[in-house]
């Protein structure tokens, strides 16, 4: 794959891809083998997963291609992490809903897939509201594993985006534009 400038909106478009295959994939994957209501309704909800897994692997198809192609890029690398982060918050909080679902009272209030979901990304944001909290061990192992991950994916993403900043004011200074 060429490497190649993309505009703001495809960037946008880009994202808001990955975040609705992600949640499609999040809300529709079956955690367990009973498919709720008619033969419509489970086929409805198959249908809507199949789509955010496909939706999921060509765009991480995709992503891996351009940042090979174009791993200068800030932008591209941006995408990327982006895109990990989507599936990261994705894992955690269908393993956060799946752990309550197995072992209940691993968490304080989590009762449904959007709970799990609001935990991972307050966790993730590190706002941690409190009225959803890990209370069970494994509960807590889990929610540590996901802390250090967002802690390396900040470090990250600062990283990428400084590297980006000073190659491009690195580049101004030599050819004399500020």
Known sequence: MASRRISGSAHLWRNAGTVACGLLFYYFVPVNLDLPGYWPTRVLTLVAFVAGVAGLAWLAYRRIGQFLAASRDTAHRVDGLLYLVCLAVLFFALFYYVLQL???????????????????????????????????QAARIATTVQMAFDLVFVGTLITVTSTGITRRLGAADVTGRR
């Open 102 to 136: 197995r072992d209940p009272g691993q968490f304080a209030d989590l009762r449904t897939r959007t709970d799990a979901l609001y935990y991972t990304v307050a966790t993730l944001g590190t706002v941690g509201f409190g009225d959803i909290h890990a209370a069970g």
